[in-house]
């Protein structure tokens, strides 16, 4: 059978909230300087609208975490951050943009690297939440959508390395 495609946000709905969440960080940094952190490669659309509105003075800097499977089970064993450039963390107000806040483990292991260089604050940005699935008890400081337990795709997020160019965020149904 043919699978559905269902759209959970669109584009009109998607613009909307980046501008108020954009309004927020502006208002909460103020003229403080940002250090933006992009969490490649599901960040890639989100962060370029959202930067388009933020107020604050900001630098663009990007980390990909990867994840390595172990061969029997299929666990995930290993986290690793590469670094796409050299940036100062220490005594920076860091702001973290990630695509979506999932199990947590992700973002919480970036978190506690990041911590360890001492910047003066550490926030997480992200597009979307699915609370449902957290495993660490961790939360973003900025949420653009609360979504519910379905691969969603498009907007930035990839369907098996597909997808990503799509203006509005989708899941398959069946
Ligand atoms: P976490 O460590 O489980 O929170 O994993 C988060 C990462 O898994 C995100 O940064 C995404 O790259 C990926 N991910 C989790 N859920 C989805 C989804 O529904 N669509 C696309 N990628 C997802
Ligand atoms: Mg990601």
New binding site residues.
Partial sequence: MEKEKKILLTPEQISKRNLEIAKTISRDYGDRQITMIG?LK?CLVFMADLIRHIESPFTCDFVQ?TTTFSHEEGEPIKKNIFFTSNFNVKDKDILVI??????????SYLMNHLKEENPHSLKVCVMLD?PT?R?VAIEADYVGFRVPD????GYG??YHEQERGLPYIC?YEG
């Fill in positions: 969490v599901g975490v990630e695509d979506i806040l999932d199990t947590g483990i992700t973002i699915k699935r495993k379905k691969y969603v795709f997020l990839d899941y």
